[in-house]
């Protein structure tokens, strides 16, 4: 099957440096099936046209086509309402919508806003802007040696002062997998509200928004087989109801005046402006090639896949692993003894080989680990035992090219 679905992504045939490409960097984006890309051609050759506006019948495909995606981005995740699903730019724009509209509005001196040094930067700064703005505190949570949240620890840190819960389901440097409906009763029960970034969770596992109870949740498209440039910000019905919208103009009003103005029902108040018609018809593709799949099958192929890297990686001498020995994702952070992940990835690049290196947005995580940067191979439904295998080889070579040789 795994030979099935690879060969639906046209990127993946190509040779890099004069070898087959292995692409271990999915946890920055994934790469695309034929069917998303088909789908994104089809609307621009034959469906293009503004929604919401025109009633002639390419205004009426498009409509139709994007607030079909809506529809499929509610069933994904299991949201009540279409209502409760916001279209954005992608996980950081819909972080920052919560933050700029609904915790700048209920957040004063005094309060707290808790959070842990996992966050990648576009979970953790919008709550520092926050905290500066209003005089709340932020706080974060005590995290484990091996990187994990302790659920002890959040009921130590949470309290009565407490607005803002914020956790990343999955962390983009050690894949652990945070217990954030647990960590959401425990908000619920002191009266704060759970905001969850999911960009790393929803590509890889079956996320169920009433099941969790996160009061708001965050992805992206590109992350999960779709297109860039488009992402959802789930929220419960009554809180983005009482939310403002932070941006204005065309498609979110309802009555325009010289000196006032009202806004559209949800979720069309918060999508101001020409929206993002293609993305979403790509997205919607990408859900029902990702459905077709099954995510249990791609979460069980996954911690395959991990579990086959853990253990051949740790039997590399001089390789520092970081996170969890048991992973529950596809992804492994680490380091080559004194080699510099820049160094690691040029090398492994020229065997063909894509990892990500740097501090992947999470500077705090990474002084907390007492690195600078680490190198980060994260895998997807298309990634084989074989890619491992392939990655292994070409770290021996890195080894022995600086001087580290076995």
């Not at 819909?94 to 700048?104: D, Q």
């Not at 009554?238 to 949800?266: C, H, N, Q, R």
Request: glycine letters at 8%; hydrophobic letters at 40%; aromatic letters at 8%.
């Amino acid at each position: 099957m795994i030979r099935d679905i690879r060969e639906q992504f046209p990127i993946l045939q190509q040779e890099i440096n004069g070898h087959p490409l292995v692409y271990l960097d999915s946890a920055a984006t994934s790469q695309k099936p034929r069917v998303v890309i088909d789908a994104l051609q089809h609307y621009y050759e034959w469906d293009n046209s503004n929604v919401h506006r025109g009633v002639h019948t390419l205004g009426s495909r498009a409509t139709d086509a994007y607030e079909g995606a809506r529809e499929k981005v509610a069933r994904f995740i299991n949201a009540k309402s279409t209502q409760e699903i916001i279209f954005t730019r992608g996980t950081t724009t819909s972080l920052n919508l919560v933050a700029a509209s609904y915790a700048r509005a209920i957040c004063r001196e005094g309060d707290e806003i808790v959070i842990t040094p996992m966050e990648h930067h576009s979970n953790l700064i919008p709550w520092q802007q926050v905290a500066k703005a209003t005089g709340a505190t932020l706080k974060y949570i005590t995290l484990q040696p091996d990187g994990s949240v302790d659920l002890a620890e959040v009921e130590k840190t949470v309290t009565a002062q407490t607005k803002i819960v914020s956790i990343a389901h999955v962390s983009n440097v050690m894949g652990v997998v945070n217990p954030v409906k647990q960590i959401a009763e425990i908000a619920h029960r002191h009266g704060a509200i759970m905001v969850v970034d999911g960009a790393q969770s929803t590509p890889h596992m079956k996320v169920n928004v009433q099941d969790l109870d996160s009061d708001f949740y965050a992805f992206s498209s590109h992350k999960m087989c779709g297109p860039t440039g488009i992402g959802v910000l789930y929220g419960k019905k009554a809180l983005l109801e009482a939310m403002d919208p932070v941006e204005f103009g065309g498609e979110m009003i309802d009555e325009v005046g010289l000196y006032d103005s009202t806004w559209k029902e949800l979720p069309w108040k918060f999508e101001g402006g020409t929206p993002i018609i293609a993305g979403a018809v790509g997205l919607g593709a990408a859900i029902d090639f990702l459905s077709e799949i099954g995510l249990d099958h791609i979460e069980r192929h996954e911690k395959e896949i991990a579990a086959y890297a853990m253990n051949r990686l740790s039997e590399l001498e001089g390789v520092t692993l970081y996170g969890p020995l048991k992973r529950e994702v596809g992804l492994i952070t680490f380091n080559l003894g004194e080699v510099h992940p820049h160094d690691v990835a040029t090398v492994l690049d020229a065997s063909g080989i894509a990892v990500r290196a740097g501090h992947h947005c999470c500077q705090p995580l990474m002084r907390w680990l007492k690195v600078n940067s680490t190198v980060r191979a994260s895998f997807y439904l298309y990634n084989t035992e074989d890619d491992i295998d392939r990655l292994v080889s070409a770290l021996i070579q890195t080894k022995e090219y600086f001087g580290h040789a076995t």
